[in-house]
């Protein structure tokens, strides 16, 4: 069997958990699916290296990017 096919099922729960968190009204919540979501960009870019799914790879940085961006602006400036 291929372990790394199947990284696709752990990347796909981490990634719909990290939407979930995202959501929450708790800044707690919140960053623990912003770190959710960089795990499940990290889980993705390995399974898309492995099957050569390179516009995934470029998603996944992109989105990495966008969320870090996004994050960094969402902290309040003292």
């Known amino acids: 069997m291929d372990y790394l096919h199947q990284l696709q099922w752990p990347a ?3 990634t719909v958990t ?3 968190l995202i959501a929450s009204q708790t800044k707690r919540r919140r960053l623990i ?3 959710c979501f960089l795990l499940s960009n990290v889980l993705w870019i ?3 290296w492995h099957d ?3 516009a995934l790879i470029a998603l996944q940085i992109a989105l990495a990017v ?4 996004g994050a960094w602006k969402n902290e309040p400036n003292t």
């Open 46 to 48: 390995i399974w898309g």
């Open 33 to 35: 699916g912003f770190w």
């Open 66 to 69: 966008l969320n870090i961006r």
């Open 52 to 54: 050569e799914a390179y």
């Open 18 to 20: 990290a939407a979930w």
């Open 12 to 14: 796909m729960i981490v």
